[in-house]
């Protein structure tokens, strides 16, 4: 969806709301410079979204000229969470605000990791039967990645594990 500001005033509109305003003019389907001025406007390009924490999100906040003198779209980041009080008068602060929506990222995290290590001791279940043709040796290493596996809800970085944070297999 391209955008145009006019030079004049600074209003932002989108192609087709241009065309509107100019209902009795023919338009071509390009806009090259000789249309852009005889609409006197000048088109706004795209530019990256703010950089932003985890706890922020990138916002369209209009217009501005860059170092170029090209305009851009202008982005802010702003704050995901601010402190509130409900009809009942009780306060939430931000802090708390964040702490829960951290509470429910790690939460769907966990569950990730529990599905992938899940997968991983039923993937090797057959290691640990009688039958199995592991000597013992082999059988006692891979019960020991077992272990390590079903041990990884205790480690410090649980649910934010990095792949070295996995047991390797034997």
Same mark, same amino acid.
């Given at each position: ?64 000229q860059?170092?170029?003198?090209n ?6 980041a ?17 802090a708390?605000?964040?702490?829960a929506?951290? /509470? +429910? ?15 991983? *001791?039923? $993937?090797? %279940? &057959? ?15 891979? /019960? +020991? ?15 934010? *594990?990095? $792949?070295? %944070? &996995?047991?390797?297999s034997?």
């Open positions: 969806m391209s955008e145009y500001r006019e030079r004049t005033t600074g209003e932002v509109k989108t192609q087709g709301q241009w065309k509107a305003d100019f209902a009795n003019m023919s338009l071509p389907k390009v806009w090259k410079a000789a249309t852009l001025d005889a609409m006197n406007v000048d088109p706004v390009l795209a530019s990256p979204a703010a950089t932003t924490t985890a706890y922020q999100i990138s916002v369209r906040d209009g217009v501005e860059d170092a170029k003198g305009w851009v779209e202008k982005y802010v702003k704050d995901m969470y601010a402190d509130t009080t409900d009809e009942d008068g009780k306060k939430t602060t931000k708390e605000h964040e702490a929506y951290q /509470a +429910t990222l790690d939460a769907k995290t966990a569950e990730g990791h529990r599905i992938k290590r899940n997968k991983l *001791l039923d $993937d090797t %279940d &057959w290691t640990q039967m009688n039958d199995s043709p592991l000597s013992n040796e082999d059988k006692t290493a891979w /019960a +020991t990645y077992r272990n390590e596996l079903r041990n990884l809800p205790d480690d410090d970085a649980w649910p934010n *594990l990095s $792949d070295e %944070d &996995w047991p390797v034997p």
